[in-house]
Each structure stands twice: as C-alpha cells, then as structure tokens.
C-alpha cells in the first residue's frame, strides 16, 4: 500500500512539473520563438556572410596576388607595389582586401618591397601589421624590420627585432638573426651581448653556415669587451 501511495505522490509531482512547464512554455511562447529565430537569423547570416562575400572575397584577392607575386620574384617592386594598370599591386590588395589571408601576406610583401625600394618607415610600418603566425614567415618579417632599423641606422630597434626573430620559433634560420643581432649590438658598444649571442650559435646551431667561423666573432667580442 505503502508503495502505491509514494507512486501516486511521484506521479503528482511529475504532473505539477509538467503543468508548471507548460505554463511557462504558454507564457513565454512569444519571447522563446523570438530568441529561437534571433539565433537562427544569426546562424544563417554567418554562414551566408562566409560563403557569400568571405570565400569569394578570398578567392578574387588569391587571384590579384599572384601577378604581384609574379612582379616581385624577378624583381620589379614598383610593378609589385602598385600594380601594372591591368593587376593590382600589393598596395591595392591591402586596401581593397586586407582583412582576407591574402590581404596579410600582402602586408609581408609590400613590407619587403619597401625594403629593397628604400623605403624604411614605410616598410617597417607594413611588417608589423603582418601578423602570419607562420614561424618561417613571422620571423622573416620581424627580420626585416630588424633590416630596415639598421639602415635608419637605430642599432637598439634592429637588435632588438633581430632577438625577436631569432626567439619567435628556433629553428636553424635562427643562427642567421642571431648573427645580426649580435653585430647591432657590436656596433652599440655592447658586446656582453654580442658575445652571448655569438656562443648561443656556436652551442645551439654548430651545424649551421653562421657556425662555421664563430670562433673569430666570439674572440673579437672577447677582445673589445676587456678593452
């Protein structure tokens, strides 16, 4: 009897639940359809805004990208940078299509145009709005600003960009930085520094070209740090 009786009690308490669920369903309806078709509309949007203008918008922008590539392998910067009449350049692609992948290694291009152009703030300002997350391109670019600081001829940026490089992902390019780091901070008088970095290639990267005469920059950082 007992147990009939605790059954009848569940029961009633699974009914008063359900009444008050679908109370609140009733009362609520209009708002919970309102929030349901709100998160629909935001769905379809996305996915309408991605395959609708970002796919497309990419492709077109992979397109222009590879005459400006083609420009800029054998060399013609200007042509690269600003198009040929017919093709966009690097410039345009930033402007018309820099929030597309292809629009950010724009950036990284346009940055090493301006480098070998001579145009070093230009260059530098390119290079740091690329942001790749590639670990070959990333510290190329860091690289590149690095270059462009020594040719300002501000040793402490370029020293500084160089280490940045050499840290972003090691890997034997990292020997080549380090190199360069090392001769910035020669120049500055530093060569603490200079000789630290000097034996991290020698420790880290023996294998690499930039090892094979560190002996002779480590004795000269040596050398000048005692006098």
Do not use: W
């Not at 590879?66 to 093709?87: K, P, T, V």
């Not at 152009?117 to 600003?145: M, P, T, V, W």
């Not at 990292?174 to 630290?196: F, Q, R, T, V």
């Not at 023996?206 to 005692?226: F, G, H, L, M, S």
Request: proline share 0%; glycine share 8%; aromatic share 12%.
């Amino acid at each position: 009897m007992s147990k009939n009786i605790k059954k009848e009690e569940n029961l009633k308490v699974v009914g008063e639940a359900l009444s008050k669920s679908e109370k609140f369903l009733a009362e609520n309806k209009t708002k919970i359809i309102g929030t349901v078709v709100a998160v629909l509309v935001v769905i379809i949007a996305f996915f309408g805004y991605r395959h609708l203008i970002q796919v497309p918008r990419e492709n077109t922008a992979q397109e222009q990208m590879a005459a400006a590539e083609r420009y800029f392998e054998i060399d013609s910067l200007n042509l690269a940078l600003n198009g040929d009449g017919i093709n966009l350049g690097f410039n345009q692609i930033i402007d018309e299509y820099g929030s597309t992948g292809a629009g950010r290694v724009a950036r990284f291009y346009a940055g090493f145009c301006n480098l070998h152009l001579g145009n070093f703030h230009e260059a530098i300002s390119q290079l740091k709005d690329f942001d790749g997350k590639d670990e070959i391109l990333q510290a190329r670019a860091y690289c590149g600003i690095g270059d462009a600081y020594i040719e300002l001829e501000q040793y402490d940026d370029a020293a500084s960009y160089f280490m940045k490089a050499a840290n972003y992902r090691e890997n034997d390019f990292s020997a080549g930085y380090l190199m360069k780091a090392g001769l910035a901070y020669e120049h500055l008088g530093k060569y603490a520094d200079a000789l630290k970095v000097y034996k991290k290639i020698k420790t880290h990267y023996n294998k690499t070209v930039e090892a094979q005469e560190i002996d002779k920059y480590i004795e000269r950082a040596e050398i000048k740090q005692i006098n």
